[in-house]
């Protein structure tokens, strides 16, 4: 066992503190990682503030997760003393179901083990990425291209291939036309991505205020939707939808903006119900639809793809003492677009 810095939530309402947590033994198949950067997703405030069920604390969360490997088990293949490598969000799978067989671990069918805040298969409680170091088996270990900086590859790890895995999977190409709901991590990424990709990209936004960021990043339009016209005026136009917002939104309103055969995608995820009314569906054959992160393979194609593109996220890196101010302009649509922490602030 090892004992390293990291930074947790004490309880619900606590803000997040520094602490000590221990990581395991490095065993033959896995992989000791140096965590130089580590993202702030959503999710990670989702998850310590309870939103989506209770949690055992202290808890240390952080998926978006880019280093370098310091040590490798006696059976490890692919990965080397000095490797940049990163984690996402899941370390583990049960490698026999279905779904696992087929690659798609994300939909493990006895479900996935999480970076944190999941019991992992000792028995103990995952811990993430606000930390100096984590162990990792190395199946679910990715490569970071040579190209692309730490900081700007941690939310690739998390915000990339939420948004990338469900693009590719519909199609968005030349000739289709995407819209983007919410631009914070997530948002943003998508953005790029579906550009990338050649897609039509146009941005709904609660305000014009990110209007020319969205541009700089390849929409050829952004649009505010507190403004409700804007739901009347593209009625029947988008071949698919990719909905990030992290709070509940008007999903019917968004769902007659899809044109024949159009899929509307929710990687957002409040824990809230979303209603629908079956007569919005049946107009244009339309699907709503869901997705959740990605397999480890189309991580990897994600890495390698945003690496072909020159594609990079925009980050803002805080040092660890600034987690709680990032949460609450996260929590404010102020996330310019994705915090990552610097762990060397951590150390000491
Ligand atoms: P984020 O950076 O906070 O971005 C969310 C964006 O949604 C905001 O920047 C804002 O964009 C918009 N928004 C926020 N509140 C809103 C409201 N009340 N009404 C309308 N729009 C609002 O969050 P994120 O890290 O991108 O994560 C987004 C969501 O995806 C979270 O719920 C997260 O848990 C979830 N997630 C899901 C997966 C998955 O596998 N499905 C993976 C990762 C994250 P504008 O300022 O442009 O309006
Ligand atoms: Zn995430
Ligand atoms: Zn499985």
């Known amino acids: 066992m090892r004992t390293v810095n990291a930074y947790a939530a004490p309880s619900a ?109 000792d028995g103990t409680i995952t811990q993430g990425g606000y930390s100096t170091h984590i162990v990792v088996d190395e199946d679910f270990v990715l490569r970071v291209p040579e190209s692309i900086p730490y900081e700007a590859a941690a939310p690739l790890l998390c915000a990339g291939i939420t948004t990338y895995s469900p693009l590719a999977h519909w199609g968005a190409g030349p000739g289709k036309r995407v819209a983007v709901v919410g631009m914070g991590g997530l948002g943003h990424m998508a953005v790029k991505i579906a550009a990338a990709m050649g897609a039509e990209v146009t941005v709904l936004s609660q305000s014009t205020s990110k209007e020319v960021d969205s541009l700089a990043f390849g929409a050829t339009r952004h ?20 909905n990030t917002v992290s709070a509940p939104i008007n999903i019917e309103a968004h769902l007659r903006m899809l044109r024949l055969d159009g899929t509307l995608v929710n990687v957002g995820a409040p824990p809230e119900p979303l209603p629908v009314r079956v007569f919005t569906l049946f ?28 594609i990079a996220p925009a980050v803002e890196v805080i040092a660890a003492d600034r987690v709680n101010e990032a949460y609450e302009r996260v929590l404010a649509s102020d996330v310019r677009y994705r915090f990552v922490i610097d762990t060397a602030t951590l150390a000491g």
């Open 13 to 121: 309402t606590e803000p997040l503190v520094p602490v000590t947590i221990e990581r395991r033994d490095v065993g033959p198949t896995d992989v000791l990682i140096a965590i130089r950067y580590a993202g702030i997703c959503h999710s990670d405030i989702h998850t310590v503030r309870g939103e989506w069920g209770e949690i055992a604390y202290p808890q240390v969360v952080g998926h978006e997760i880019v280093g370098e490997v310091l040590e490798v088990g006696a059976d490890v293949t692919r990965y080397a003393v000095g490797d940049r490598v990163g984690v996402g969000c899941m370390v583990n799978s049960c490698r026999e179901c279905e779904n696992c067989l087929a690659g798609m671990e994300n939909y493990c069918l006895n479900g996935m083990t999480g970076t944190y805040a999941a019991v992992d298969r």
């Open 223 to 242: 649009l505010a939707t507190a403004d409700g016209s804007v739901f009347r005026e593209l009625r029947n136009t988008f071949d698919l939808i990719i």
């Open 283 to 310: 107009s244009n054959r339309r699907s709503f639809a869901g997705s959740s992160i990605g397999s480890i393979g189309e991580t990897q194609e994600m890495l390698d793809f945003c690496a072909e593109k020159g």
